[in-house]
């Protein structure tokens, strides 16, 4: 009798291991596409609804934007991106004008303890780029995450106008495999991307 017990008792382990390690490999089974960032060999993973957009593709875009104060507010964009160092990928979801741009730049390790400076300078991006479009920046939330390989730093931000119309810029900043890049989610809704962040592949 005892070893009967003994013998469901382990049984029950077992599944129940298995389904936790179900469970874990469905926690990131989110939909979406990978895109070649080619000149720097990194996959990022976005979303179905994204397209990817050249430079020139996406000048030509903004320039049929219907809404002249989102024309405004994107081409003043654009060109803060433009006109910075380094490989820039443009994607856009069309439909919720969320947009989404990976910017390549010198390798900067990081650990948790430099947190605060990272933080500094992206609040710092972050009000420079709202006075360009005559907005506030508020710091909503900021994290580290890491392992050996890879360190992540974010930090999100609420942007607000002077209608009171608010929208968000969460930025990713990421070193990994000796290449750091920051990835800029400008939106009109808060959504969290750690998912899709945590899918990409740097070579």
Do not use: H
Not at 69 to 89: M, P
Not at 112 to 119: I, T
Not at 177 to 194: G, L, P, V
Request: charged share 25%; net charge neutral; hydrophobic share 40%.
């Amino acid at each position: 009798m005892k070893q009967y017990w003994y013998i469901i008792t382990l049984l029950c382990m077992v599944l129940f291991a298995c389904q936790e390690a179900s469970k874990d490999t469905k926690r990131n089974d989110v939909p979406g596409d990978y895109f070649e960032l080619g000149e720097d060999n990194i996959k990022i993973f976005l979303p179905v609804y994204f397209q990817k957009f050249s430079e020139k593709e996406y000048d030509e875009l903004i320039d049929i934007i219907p809404n002249s104060e989102e024309r405004r507010i994107e081409r003043a964009r654009f060109n803060y991106l433009k006109f910075s160092k380094g490989n820039i990928y443009y994607f856009r979801d069309i439909a919720s004008s969320t947009l989404i741009s990976v910017k390549m730049m010198d390798f900067v390790p990081f650990s948790k303890q430099e947190s605060a400076q990272l933080l500094g300078l992206l609040s710092s991006s972050c009000s420079a780029y709202a006075d360009l479009l005559n907005m506030n920046c508020e710091k909503l939330n900021a994290g580290y995450s890491g392992t050996t390989l890879t360190k992540v730093f974010k930090a999100a931000y609420k942007m607000t106008d002077a209608n009171a119309i608010d929208s968000f810029n969460t930025m990713y900043f990421i070193s990994s495999n000796y290449k750091s890049f920051a990835i800029n989610i400008f939106s009109n809704t808060n959504k969290n991307y750690n998912s899709f962040i945590e899918k990409i592949v740097v070579k």
